[in-house]
């Protein structure tokens, strides 16, 4: 960030927004966005990725309870198959702001992508980790995604959700060409649409050869 932009916003209301779940292959893409409290600083807030399970559980806490206003958004699975991730992405962003009980004077969002909001706006790359409400909004994404794999994995254990959050790992591709697609898979990215094309030829070879029967 700038020097210049970084006295601009001294004293306004900032709003970090970071997402998490681009990549993987089932699941939503999560979007937070938080307005810290100055009164209340909150100490150890980092990109959520270089903090352990525990320590992003006990922050997220932290900032549910100090923060002046946050909140979380879901960018579900049929609406990333219907409009790509990128989209779906910049839209649960949207969300994630537009959710909020306080208008921002400043949106800060992680990454070199705006959301289209009616706010101020500034692309930060790297900004999970220099932006301690970008690295809140991070934090209270990731925790949020990560238990609600965990509950996916309950409701369908042959994938291992609650391992690898749906992200392509070896384990969750050999279940996913062993079971194929669930309902919580993405049909429109590569490994989930090469099995689920497969799965398709193979059901129609097996009703051609039920017709001929």
Request: hydrophobic content about 40%; proline content about 6%.
């Amino acid at each position: 960030m700038s020097d210049y932009l970084f006295e601009e916003i001294v004293g306004d209301l900032i709003c970090g927004v970071d997402e998490v779940g681009r990549g993987p292959l089932a699941g939503p893409v999560v979007a937070a966005a938080v307005i810290l409290d100055p009164r209340h600083p909150i100490e150890g807030l980092r990109d959520s990725k270089k903090l352990s399970p525990k320590k992003r559980e006990i922050l997220s806490q932290e900032i549910r309870q100090h923060a002046l206003a946050w909140y979380i958004a879901e960018g579900s699975v049929e609406e990333i198959d219907r409009i790509n991730i990128l989209q779906s992405t910049l839209l649960t962003m949207k969300r994630a702001v537009e959710g909020l009980t306080i208008k921002p004077d400043m949106v800060l969002v992680d990454g070199n992508r705006l959301p289209q909001i009616a706010y101020r706006c500034e692309a930060i790359v790297g900004g999970d980790d220099k932006i301690p409400a970008i690295s809140a909004a991070s934090i209270l994404a990731k925790t949020y995604r990560d238990n609600l794999m965990e509950i996916l994995g309950h409701m369908y254990p042959h994938y291992g959700f609650e391992r690898h959050a749906g992200y392509g790992t070896a384990e969750h591709l050999k279940a996913l060409k062993k079971w194929g697609p669930c309902p919580c898979h993405r049909l429109t990215f590569a490994p989930v649409a090469e099995v689920d094309k497969r799965l398709s030829r193979k059901a129609d070879r097996e009703k051609r050869r039920g017709i001929n029967l």
